[in-house]
């Protein structure tokens, strides 16, 4: 039997307040444990909620993100809930969150696939809510540490259908989804430090059945790799376990990256079970027309805009697209690197911008993930690299001196602690003046190289000759090496073609 699995999310991503959703307590990470933790985020008796507007902003800015900047999936009016359970870590006994009436229901993301597919994942629903603290067992013995520091900060619950059908979909809508909430300034995405942090439903079901197959929850994963593994073995566990004449049991599940294995934690609860009813203490959230407006006016271009317009404007893959505007910054440099690529007078639709596209995701992308960098840190600015890229286009330079310079001011930022990132184009000039790295183009003296060349190398003429395309890539590099690699590698092409013919 062929087996389809179906796989849905639920992520969180704490917002980027400064303060918690209903107290004034600071909301920064890495503080000693327990002492950002207020009398309101203990549930000391007396004490009562106040809602954070920031929250609510974040939100709404969220609910217009994945509507196509549209605000008839914002609900006016939402009501927080309390959602009972007991955990050490949740000093109330109760979790305030939003269940009947959220603030945002539906939406969408688009989502791109490595072959270049794209799909659409629809959006339940997005709710506020607090998050809980952390229980701590690593440094206990016999006992566990309790650290109250995340108890209350704001949380953003980002609730999927179940519309993957694959751990890479999976991942493919995470990625988007922490790109988003970067992107239009609601989170900052830290998976390390707990800020974005994902639950996947996973559940197999007979190819070509409309019938969803029981789920289990696979919880707290918080970095894709980590994803993807989950979902892959879940799955797997899953169509083996009914194959072997068992059935699977509706569970809360744990991921071990030690193993690459699940197991399971509890018997999953379904909703009447936490004995949700609005919360007493807090009024119903009201979302104003001006608010809206307001958060709205305020939204950059977003991701999939961007994309649409390097594919239909610039003429570039919906592979380079998604990779330039995986985070803001990184678009944001590839349109400085595109602007300072122009020659004088030129306008920005004569841009050479597939030439940018591939630097910068070839060279600039592939030193980041070298040194382990966020796009907030790249070495090189886009002022500099996109001068080198002019000087390149220009003919000054050819691809290799071009690459060692982007090398040379890279390693520089490296030395200096990516403090000196860009301001450099007069420099990039003064090096190739002072070095001497203008290509040679003339003809007269490239045909003189490519004479000795040949004249040195009977056998790869030979070669050639008889049908050996590599023997003339060997010419080629001989021909570089004669030019101390400052000839025009195309000119020396067309000579060394047009001389081997005759």
């Known amino acids: 039997m062929e087996w389809e699995i179906v796989i849905g999310l639920e992520v969180h991503a704490q917002l980027s307040t400064a303060s918690k959703i209903f107290s004034g307590a600071s909301t920064q990470f890495g503080a000693a444990p327990n002492a950002q933790a207020c009398a309101v985020d203990i549930a000391l008796p007396g004490v009562l909620p106040v809602f954070n507007q920031g929250a609510a902003e974040r939100a709404v800015r969220f609910g217009l993100a994945v509507n196509a900047n549209r605000a008839d999936n914002i609900n006016r009016q939402s009501i927080f809930a309390r959602k009972n359970y007991f955990y050490p870590d949740l000093p109330k006994g109760y ?4 269940y009947e009436r959220p603030i945002v229901l539906g939406g969408a993301i688009r989502i791109v696939l490595k072959g270049g597919g794209e799909k ?10 607090e998050d809980a603290g952390k229980s701590l067992h690593q440094d206990f013995h016999g006992m566990s540490g309790i650290d109250l520091n995340r108890a209350g900060t704001p949380l953003l619950e980002i609730v999927s259908e179940p519309d993957m059908r694959s751990a890479e979909e999976a991942v493919a809508y995470a990625r988007a989804l922490h790109s988003l909430v970067r992107w239009i300034g609601i989170c900052d995405g830290n998976m390390q430090e707990g800020s974005f942090r994902c639950d996947a439903n996973v559940s197999v079901r007979p190819t070509g059945s409309d019938k969803l197959g029981t789920r289990r929850e696979i919880k707290n994963l918080n970095s894709f790799r980590f994803l993807q593994q989950a979902i892959e073995y879940e799955a797997k ?23 690459g294995e699940t197991r399971a ?5 379904d909703a009447h079970d936490y004995r949700y009813f609005p919360d007493p203490d807090l009024l119903p959230l009201s979302v104003s027309e001006d608010l809206i407006a307001e958060m709205r006016r305020s939204m950059p271009e977003l991701p999939e805009q961007r994309r649409q317009r390097y594919v239909s404007d610039h003429g570039l893959s919906a592979y380079d697209a998604a990779v330039l505007t995986v985070d803001r910054e990184l678009g944001e440099h590839f349109e400085e690197v595109v602007r300072c690529s122009l020659k004088d007078g030129e306008p920005l639709a004569g841009a050479d911008f597939k030439l940018c596209a591939n630097w910068v995701i070839n060279e600039v992308t592939a ?8 796009s907030s840190r790249l070495g090189v600015g886009g002022d500099t690299l996109g001068h080198i890229l002019r000087r390149l286009r220009e003919g000054v330079i050819n691809a290799k001196t071009a690459k060692d310079l982007f090398y040379e001011f890279w390693d520089q930022a490296r030395q200096s602690g990516y403090e000196r990132r860009g301001g450099h184009p007069q420099l990039v000039d003064e090096l190739i003046e ?16 490519v004479d000795q060349v040949i004249g040195a190398n009977p056998k790869s003429v030979e070669e050639y000759r008889a049908g050996k395309d590599r023997a003339f890539n060997a010419l080629i590099g001989q021909a570089m090496k004669a030019t101390k690699g400052k000839g025009n590698p195309a000119r020396i092409s067309e ?7 005759l």
Do not use: C, Y
């Open 237 to 259: 566990w899953q169509i083996e376990t009914i194959q072997d004449g068992g059935t699977i049991t509706q569970a809360t599940v744990l991921f071990d990256p030690d193993t």
């Open 495 to 501: 000579i060394l073609k047009k001389k081997l013919a």
């Open 367 to 374: 030193k980041l993930n070298e040194e382990n960098l966020p």
């Open 120 to 129: 659409t994942i629809r959006l339940t629903r997005a709710h506020l809510e």
């Open 265 to 269: 934690m509890r018997t999953k609860e």
């Open 95 to 98: 979790q305030i969150s939003q």
């Open 434 to 449: 002072s070095r001497g790295l203008k290509q040679v183009t003339d003809s007269g003296a490239l045909e003189a190289i």
